[in-house]
């Protein structure tokens, strides 16, 4: 197994809505704002190299969207998806599968695009299986009034119109080994309904992709929030759940929207599970 990291464009968000109720003078030590209160985001998704599965977890933004609506998020910096699979000798038309933790747009953008003519839409890896859960699609495709601008229908609907789109089956509790795809899954439900946190084996190694559960080194600490989730008290208990496991483990976490850090470990401390050491992606996949 290989596996790389996909740097797929990185944007801004508000620091407040990314911090919840946590105040920007302790939040900007970890995360600094800029004049219009924006911190930096990354897209990081994961490309595993496993025989002859090339599978992608997330896909990014996308770049269908308009200019005023990219005008929101302040996109900057060189990355881009297929730059990212160009360089260690990928096309979008290599990947067979395409795993997505939830559908919110930053996180599935990329997996759908224009076609030709732009009158309509088609899926971005042609050649892939999309996965996700039978609860979050359907969360996904009736979304609430909180969360109807993240669940947008032309990035989720073409997957299913296309027939590629598959349903990982769900254990009776929160975690569970997916046989299709290789590795554990941990189903979180404060950020939004039934999010999947890939836990994989790589050499001695468990390797947690974050996502949205943990989205920066600034969010270790237990009431540190997004203003983004549903269901922040619910969102509590999991991520103790997580941490504590992850201290214990060892677990590797890969941020996902982290800009400046890639990869963490942490530890039990006095005040709780907090930051160990910091790496590049380069450092562990070596």
């Known amino acids: 197994m290989k596996i790389y990291p996909v740097e797929a464009g990185n944007f801004k968000l508000d620091g407040g809505a990314m911090f919840g109720v946590v105040p920007k003078t302790i939040w900007n030590k970890t995360n600094p704002a800029d004049e219009n209160n924006l911190i930096d ?3 990081r998704c994961m490309l595993i190299e496993d025989g002859n599965r090339l599978i992608l977890i997330d896909t990014g933004m996308g770049n269908k969207q308009s200019e005023k609506f990219f005008g929101y998020y302040s996109l900057w910096g060189p990355h881009s998806l297929d730059g990212s699979l160009a360089k260690y000798g990928f096309h979008r038309d290599d990947i067979t599968d395409v795993f997505m933790t939830h559908l919110h747009f930053d996180h599935c953008g990329g997996s759908v695009n224009w076609n030709k003519d ?3 839409y088609e899926v971005a890896f042609k050649n892939a299986k999309f996965w996700t859960n039978d609860n979050h699609w359907e969360w996904a495709t009736k979304p609430n009034a909180r969360e109807k ?8 609907l073409p ?7 598959n349903f990982i089956k769900r254990p009776e509790g929160d975690y569970s080994h997916s046989k299709e795809l290789g590795f554990g899954i941990f189903y979180v ?3 939004t309904e039934k999010m999947m946190i890939p836990h994989v084996q790589y050499q001695d190694k468990t390797i947690v992709f974050c996502a949205d559960l943990i989205p920066t080194a600034g969010h270790l600490p237990l009431p540190y ?10 969102t509590l208990p999991e991520k103790e759940k997580f941490l504590k496991a992850a201290a214990e483990n ?5 941020l ?3 800009a400046h850090n890639q990869i963490i470990t942490v530890e039990n401390t006095e005040k709780g599970v907090r930051l160990k050491e910091i790496f590049r992606c380069e450092d562990i996949l070596s």
Not at 250 to 254: A, I, P
Request: proline share 2%; glycine share 10%.
């Open 225 to 234: 929030v997004m203003g983004y989730d549903t269901r922040p008290l619910l």
């Open 189 to 191: 439900d404060g950020h």
């Open 256 to 258: 996902e929207h982290d």
């Open 159 to 165: 997957m299913q119109e296309s027939g590629q789109l």
């Open 41 to 43: 985001i990354a897209a």
């Open 118 to 120: 732009k009158t309509g």
């Open 250 to 254: 060892n677990y590797y976490l890969w």
């Open 149 to 156: 601008a993240s669940f947008l229908s032309e990035n989720i």
